[in-house]
């Protein structure tokens, strides 16, 4: 499995082309601006995007949505627990001063434990709210991307509306912690990481691990 990062949009979203080298079908993780960077990225790879999985419903990660899934066809997909924030994501930009294009309905919501496939690839949603109700982290293998759950020595924010603290310190101890500590970080904004950094050194996940 390869990947190309590509940062998105005025946030500097971190969108994941995931493609098998050996392959040509993509699926594009948080489209959240810049489509035509992602279709270039695709295009000079040689592969097809699929699947469009948002990670949560924010705007600054689901506002490339639309216009992706029209130029090729896509299909989308988001946890069910964050699909009114995804129907709602033009009100929160407007919050922030920014505006984006409206996301069409999903195709598909998804379920924690769910497997999604593309070709040779394969992907296990993990529930991981406290960002958003419906944030999820993606595992394939030795590889997580979790959106805006974990960072590299930092975590999602949890002020938004339908955020909770301790709901997302509960999500990383309890699901990601748990993970092989040299499986990859691919985070939604920032750096990547392993898990056994993020265990070792975050800041905010110091206390009470077990």
């Known amino acids: 499995m390869d990947i190309e990062t590509i940062v998105v949009g005025p946030l500097e979203v971190n969108c994941y082309l995931v493609y098998e080298s050996d392959g040509t079908d993509a699926i594009v993780i948080d489209p959240g601006d810049d489509v035509d960077l992602i279709l270039n990225a695709a295009d000079n790879l040689g592969v097809n995007v699929k699947q469009i999985i948002n990670t949560h419903g924010h705007f600054d ?75 999820i982290s993606l595992l394939s293998q030795q590889v997580l991307f979790t959106g805006d759950t974990l960072f590299a020595g930092s975590i999602g924010r949890t002020d938004l509306p339908g955020g909770s603290y301790k709901q997302l310190i509960e999500s990383i101890k309890s699901k990601l912690f748990r993970l092989d500590g040299t499986c990859m970080v691919y985070p939604g904004h920032g750096a990547a990481s392993t898990i056994e950094n993020e265990k070792n050194n975050n800041p905010f996940l110091q206390v009470g691990l077990d």
């Open 61 to 135: 990660h689901i506002g490339g949505n639309r216009k992706l899934k029209e130029k090729t066809g896509a299909s989308i997909s988001i946890h069910k627990d964050d699909l009114e924030l995804l129907r709602n994501a033009g009100d929160s930009a407007v919050r922030f001063g920014l505006t984006v294009d409206s996301s069409p309905e999903p195709d598909e919501l998804l379920n924690d434990g769910q497997i999604i496939e593309e070709g040779k690839m394969k992907f296990k949603v993990i529930h991981t709210p406290g960002h958003s109700p419906g944030g």
